[in-house]
């Protein structure tokens, strides 16, 4: 049986804010869009570009904040230039946190918050 793994969805509270951390930070482009406005949501896919895998920002228009689970942790994004993508996004001002490395290991991966609190795990690409 053939599997492929689609999408992740994000329900988003601000979603202007969440498509410019997705695109200026990390380069996502915009795959499709769907509005339904008479039902009152915008679905928007990112993917990175080379990838087939799409981030799915569900915008709900009168919602209000999402509380994230504590049993949902992190999606994870390999790049090639980590200490770049990482001064990036120190300046961005988006939560950052230093780089760490597993123990005994070099420096190899750090996280980053998106707008809503999502947090991205980066890394670099095997």
Avoid at 37 to 43: A, K, N, Q, R, W
Avoid at 81 to 99: F, N, Q
Avoid at 113 to 124: K, N, T, W
């Amino acid at each position: 049986m053939a599997q492929t793994l689609l999408h992740a969805c994000y329900r988003v509270h601000d979603l202007e804010a969440s498509l410019k951390f997705y695109t200026e930070i990390f380069d996502f482009e915009v795959s499709r869009e769907r509005k339904f406005p008479e039902y009152g949501f915008d679905l928007v896919y990112l993917v990175v570009p080379g990838s087939s895998f799409e981030l799915e920002l569900t915008y709900n228009y009168e919602a209000e904040p999402y509380t994230i689970g504590d049993g949902f942790s992190h999606l994870a994004l390999g790049v090639d230039d980590l200490e770049a993508v990482h001064a990036k996004c120190l300046a961005s001002g988006y939560p950052t946190t230093e780089m760490k490395g597993l123990p005994g290991t070099p420096p190899s991966y750090f996280f980053v918050s998106d707008p809503d609190g999502y947090r991205l795990e980066v890394m670099l690409n095997n």
